[in-house]
């Protein structure tokens, strides 16, 4: 069983920046990938970015690619995501997920509110 928390949502100009954080606990955080989605108001749930859990690697959505950088600091069993250069199209409730299984994403946070103004 793994429990996740994010912190770090709010409100930002275009432009501006914002770090979010998914704290973890329940199992060894090393051992399992994470990930950053987000789902905007209409639409479904999509995927941002992908941390593997030693940190090597790291995969991103296009759309965020340059922009958003994933991290994560496993001495705090913790994951982030810095966001940069924000869009109003950025707006959503930003969700991390843990790859436990190695099949899906096995588990979820409650969400952040990101919003973005013009």
């Known amino acids: 069983q793994v429990q996740l928390q994010e912190s770090g949502g709010g409100l930002v100009q275009a432009g501006g920046s914002l770090r979010l954080s998914c704290a973890a606990s329940?199992?060894?955080?090393?051992?399992?990938?994470m990930a950053w989605f987000r789902q905007a108001p209409g639409k479904e749930r999509e995927f941002v970015a992908h941390?593997?859990?030693?940190?090597?690697?790291?995969y991103y959505a296009d759309s965020v690619k340059g922009r958003f950088t994933i991290s994560r600091d496993n001495a705090k069993n913790t994951v982030y995501l810095q966001m940069n250069s924000l869009k109003p199209e950025d707006t959503a409730v930003y969700y991390c997920?843990?790859?436990?299984?190695?099949?899906?994403?096995?588990?979820w946070g409650q969400g952040t509110q990101v919003t973005v103004s013009s």
């Open positions: 997920a843990a790859w436990v299984t190695r099949t899906h994403y096995d588990y």
């Open positions: 329940g199992r060894t955080f090393s051992t399992y990938a």
């Open positions: 941390i593997s859990g030693s940190g090597g690697s790291t």
